[in-house]
């Protein structure tokens, strides 16, 4: 018998859960740039990867792409908005949604764009602006208990490929 368990965030960096459960998957954003190590730059496998996630959706309704954007590059920058989080990025499309009468057009995109960007800016205080500071310059989050926070709001998304772990700003 398998069974998989989910917590919150924030729970798993308040209690050692190793201790108790053994090894602790974390599941990842989707990876949609490459670290700056690897010259940084657009990751087009992940970002394939997101879009066929909303595709995937809209065909369970019987819609297509073009039902629901007006253009290709207002669901890329979904996508870059959503750092990789892919419960982000199907917010971002509900939200396109809620705002469009019939598809989304650049409009309704600037309008999700800004209302996207307010939320996370609200969860910043000013005690996450050196953590976040340190995030975006070296790409790697030290154990500090201050730095989990960061997690726990999405502010930075912890990303897995070949060469191991590292974070990037959302």
């Known amino acids: ?10 729970l798993l960096y308040n209690v050692n859960l190793q201790q108790v459960w053994g090894k602790v998957d974390l ?21 394939d990867a997101l879009v066929k ?38 917010r971002l499309v509900r939200y396109g949604l ?11 995109a600037r309008s999700v764009e800004r209302d996207f960007l307010g939320e996370y800016n609200r969860l910043v205080t000013e005690r996450d602006l050196d953590a976040l500071a340190s995030v975006a310059q070296t790409q790697q989050v030290p154990g500090d208990p201050h ?7 999405l502010l930075a998304l912890e990303y897995i490929d070949d ?5 990037d700003l959302h």
């Open 1 to 10: 018998c398998h069974l998989i368990y989910t917590v919150p965030m924030p």
């Open 27 to 47: 599941v990842p954003a989707v990876k949609i740039n490459e670290p700056r190590s690897k010259g940084g730059g657009p990751f087009q496998p992940g970002r």
């Open 53 to 90: 996630i909303v595709e995937s959706r809209l065909n369970a309704l019987n819609l297509t792409q073009e039902d629901i954007f007006t253009s290709r590059e207002i669901l890329d920058r979904f996508v870059d908005l959503s750092g990789g989080h892919v419960a982000d990025l199907l």
């Open 98 to 108: 809620d705002y469009a009468t019939e598809a989304i057009g650049q409009a309704e």
């Open 147 to 153: 730095y989990n926070i960061l997690f726990c709001k």
């Open 163 to 167: 060469n191991g772990t590292w974070a």
